[in-house]
C-alpha cells in the first residue's frame, strides 16, 4: 500500500523565526517514522510548514501506516518544544488522507462510504482518500477500517446471488407422515393458536403451551442435562457495546427490535402525551419521540452474546472446562420483515441456547455427543425424518476458511438439522425446515470477549433449540391427534389440558 497523509498540527503558542521549529522537526519525524514504519516498509516528511501557530506537514509511506507515524510525531514535538520553547502541541487533524491498494475481485458496483471520501476504481487498482480526519478519527483508525471496508463490499458483490454451501452429512430413513397439512393453520381452526396483537407474535392457548412446555422438557432431560449443562438467567436486553465485539450489529442491523427508554418519569414532562391520547385516542407519534431517548440496546436477538458477556474479562479454572451453560428465559425477537409464516417464522420465538467454552478437543467431542443426543431425540422420542448438513457462507468455501470436502478439516463451522414438512410438497422439491443447528466458531468471541483458560487456547460454540420450530416439524409429520403421536413423546406430553370452550 502507498499512503499520503496531510496533517495539520495546533501548537499553543507561535514559533519565531520558523527555521527553530526545523531544527526539531526533521530528526523528530525521522524518529517517529524509523519507530512506527522501521523495517515493515519505507517513509518520510515530504514537506512541511508554518504559518503562526499552524504546523502543516505531508508523510508518506509505503507499506506501514503514516497515521501511526504522526501520532508519534505529535508526542515527541510536543516533548521537545515544552522542554525548549515552553510551547505544547494541543491538537492535529488530516485534511487529506490518500492510500493505494489492490482491491481482489475487482469490484462490479460503485462503492460507498458514509463519511467524507473520495474513491476512484482502475480494475483492481483502488486510491481512497479520507478528508477532514479529525485527531480521534486517526487515533481510532479509520483508513484502516475503510479499506477493510471496501474489501468486504467488493467481495459481497462478488459472491452476491450466491448460494450458502450445503454439503449432506445424515439423514434418517424415509417415514410415512400421518398428516399432510400446514400445522399452524389446523391450530388455527382448532382455536390452539392466535396471531398476536404484534405483528410475527403468537398467543399460545394452554394446548399448544403445553406442547412447546414439552419440547422444552424433552431438550432438557434427553440433551442438556445429561451432557451436564446447567442453567443461567441472563437479562433480555442486548447492549450495543456487546453487540459490537460479536459483529451483530455492523452485520444484522436490521434484524433487530431497538430498545429506547423513556427520558423521564415525572407526570407532569408526560402531560401533553397524556392529554392528546385522551383527546384523539390515538398514539402521537411525534410527540412520543421527544419524550423517549435514542435505543440504547436490543431485544434479545440470540442469547449467546449476553452469556459471553458475563464470562468477559475472566480466566476460567481448568476444573471448570469445558464450561457448558444455557438460558431459557429471554425470548427471542428478530425482525422478519415479510418472510413470516406460521409459528416457523415468526418475530418472537422461544429458545434455549446451550453455550460451550473449552479446549478445542473438548469441544469437538462435545460436539460428537451433542449429535448423538439429538439424533436419540430426534429418532426415538419424536420419530421424525431428517437429516442434517453442513453449511458455511459461499464466500468462505471460495477463501479456504473453512474446509468443506475433507471430513477432519470441518473443526469449525456450523451443522444444520433439517426436517421435511409434508404440506411443503415432495421430499424432493420442498424446502425443508431448518429445525436446529449446532456451531463451532473456535476462538471468535472468546478474543473479543477477553475469556481465558489457565492455559491453552479456548474455543466456544453455541446450539441454539428453538421450540417453535421443534414443535411444527414434530406436527407437520405426526399430526395433532395424540393417537398418532410416539408413545415416547406421549409420556412426555402427560395429560393434556382441558380444551377452553368459546361460544
Not at 112 to 131: F, K, M, N, R, Y
Not at 136 to 149: I, K, Q, S
Not at 155 to 184: C, H, I, M, N, V
Not at 432 to 451: C, H, M, P, R
Request: hydrophobic share 35%; aromatic share 10%; net charge neutral.
Amino acid at each position: 500500500m502507498e499512503h499520503r497523509l496531510e496533517a495539520e498540527v495546533q501548537l499553543s503558542g507561535r514559533i519565531d523565526p520558523p527555521e527553530r521549529l526545523g531544527e526539531l522537526l526533521a530528526p523528530l519525524a525521522r524518529e517517529a517514522i524509523e519507530r512506527t514504519v522501521g523495517s515493515r516498509g519505507r517513509g518520510e516528511m515530504t514537506s512541511w510548514s508554518l504559518a503562526g501557530d499552524r504546523l502543516s506537514l505531508v508523510l508518506e509511506t509505503e507499506g506501514a501506516r503514516p497515521h501511526q507515524a504522526l501520532l508519534a510525531l505529535a508526542r515527541r514535538l510536543g516533548e521537545e518544544l515544552g522542554r525548549k520553547l515552553h510551547i505544547g502541541v494541543r491538537s492535529f487533524r488530516a485534511p487529506s488522507y490518500r492510500v493505494r491498494f489492490v482491491v481482489d475481485p475487482a469490484p462490479t458496483q460503485p462503492i460507498t462510504l458514509p463519511i467524507p471520501s473520495q474513491l476512484v476504481l482502475d480494475g483492481t487498482s483502488a486510491t481512497l482518500e479520507l478528508t477532514d480526519l479529525s485527531e480521534e478519527a486517526l487515533r481510532d483508525n479509520w483508513m484502516d477500517r475503510a479499506v477493510t471496508l471496501v474489501l468486504e463490499k467488493a467481495k459481497r458483490q462478488s459472491y452476491a446471488g450466491k448460494e450458502q454451501y450445503w454439503s449432506l452429512l445424515t439423514a434418517s430413513p424415509t417415514k410415512e407422515p400421518r398428516f399432510q397439512g400446514d400445522p399452524t393453520e389446523e391450530m388455527l381452526r382448532r382455536l390452539w393458536v392466535r396471531s398476536g396483537p404484534t405483528k410475527g407474535k403468537w398467543f399460545l392457548g394452554p394446548t399448544a403451551a403445553h406442547l412447546l412446555k414439552t419440547m422444552e422438557r424433552i431438550a432438557r432431560q434427553e440433551i442438556l442435562d445429561p451432557l451436564g449443562f446447567t442453567e443461567v438467567v441472563q437479562p433480555h436486553h442486548d447492549s450495543f457495546d456487546i453487540l459490537l465485539k460479536t459483529g451483530h450489529l455492523e452485520g444484522l442491523p436490521g434484524e433487530f427490535y431497538y430498545v429506547t427508554e423513556p427520558r423521564t418519569r415525572d407526570p407532569a414532562a408526560w402531560e401533553r402525551f397524556t392529554d392528546l391520547v385522551k383527546l384523539t385516542r390515538r398514539v402521537p407519534e411525534a410527540e412520543l419521540l421527544k419524550m423517549v431517548s435514542p435505543p440504547s440496546a436490543v431485544s434479545c436477538y440470540a442469547q449467546c452474546p449476553t452469556i459471553y458477556w458475563w464470562l468477559s474479562g475472566r480466566t476460567v479454572a481448568q476444573e471448570s472446562l469445558p464450561l457448558r451453560i444455557y438460558d431459557r428465559t429471554a425470548i427471542s425477537n428478530r425482525y422478519e420483515s415479510g418472510g413470516r409464516h406460521g409459528l416457523e417464522r415468526v418475530d418472537e420465538f422461544h429458545r434455549i441456547e446451550p453455550v460451550y467454552v473449552g479446549t478445542p478437543e473438548q469441544l469437538l467431542e462435545l460436539r460428537e455427543r451433542l449429535l448423538e443426543r439429538y439424533a436419540r431425540v430426534f429418532d426415538t422420542v419424536l420419530d421424525l425424518e431428517w437429516r442434517t448438513a453442513w453449511v458455511t457462507p459461499f464466500y468462505l468455501q471460495q477463501s479456504g476458511g473453512v474446509g468443506i470436502e475433507d471430513a477432519q478439516a470441518r473443526i469449525k463451522g456450523t451443522i444444520d438439522f433439517e426436517a421435511y414438512l409434508p404440506y411443503r410438497g415432495t421430499r424432493e422439491a420442498s424446502e425443508w425446515l431448518e429445525f436446529q443447528n449446532l456451531s463451532i466458531v473456535g476462538d471468535k468471541y472468546t478474543k473479543a470477549f477477553t475469556i481465558r483458560g489457565q492455559k491453552g487456547e479456548l474455543w466456544s460454540g453455541c446450539s441454539g433449540i428453538g421450540l417453535e420450530r421443534w414443535l411444527v416439524a414434530f406436527l407437520a409429520q405426526k399430526g395433532l391427534d395424540p393417537d398418532g403421536w410416539p408413545e415416547a413423546f406421549r409420556r412426555y406430553a402427560g395429560t393434556m389440558p382441558s380444551e377452553i370452550r368459546f361460544l
